[in-house]
């Protein structure tokens, strides 16, 4: 199994920017995905989920509106569309496979079991 994202930048307050992963060694369309963010000295922050049609996206209060998760199965490639992004969206952006059905809900709390692998992340980086 293999998670491979790209797309983090450096880039401005309110501007935008498209992450990718694109996954391997699986059936991806098989399986729920999630984006899942970690700011430098913070813990894992989740962000956002997709079922594995992609036709239920969930996303934590703080990117609601902002952020939105797409995927498609016959690419093998997640996506996360980041729009009016803010200073604090700067962290280190991870995809990952979800092992179960988490109940994602605005006010999810990351736990990390809920996944099985994860990709090495990508950097995005947001001045003021």
């Known amino acids: 199994v293999q998670l491979v994202e790209s797309g983090g930048d450096v880039v401005q307050s309110g501007g935008s920017l498209r992450l990718s992963c694109v996954a391997s060694g699986f059936t991806f369309g098989q399986y729920d995905m999630s984006w899942v963010r970690q700011a430098s000295g913070k813990g894992p922050e989740w962000v956002s989920g997709i079922n594995r049609i992609g036709d239920r996206t969930y996303y934590a209060d703080s990117v609601k509106g902002r952020f939105t998760i797409a995927r498609d199965n016959a690419r093998n490639t997640l996506y996360l569309q980041m729009d009016n992004l803010k200073p604090e969206d700067t962290a280190v952006y991870y995809c990952?496979?979800?092992?179960?059905?988490?109940?994602?809900?605005?006010?999810?709390?990351?736990?990390?079991?809920?996944?099985?692998?994860w990709g090495q992340g990508t950097r995005v980086i947001v001045s003021s």
């Open positions: 990952a496979r979800d092992r179960s059905h988490p109940p994602y809900s605005g006010s999810y709390q990351f736990v990390g079991n809920e996944y099985d692998y």
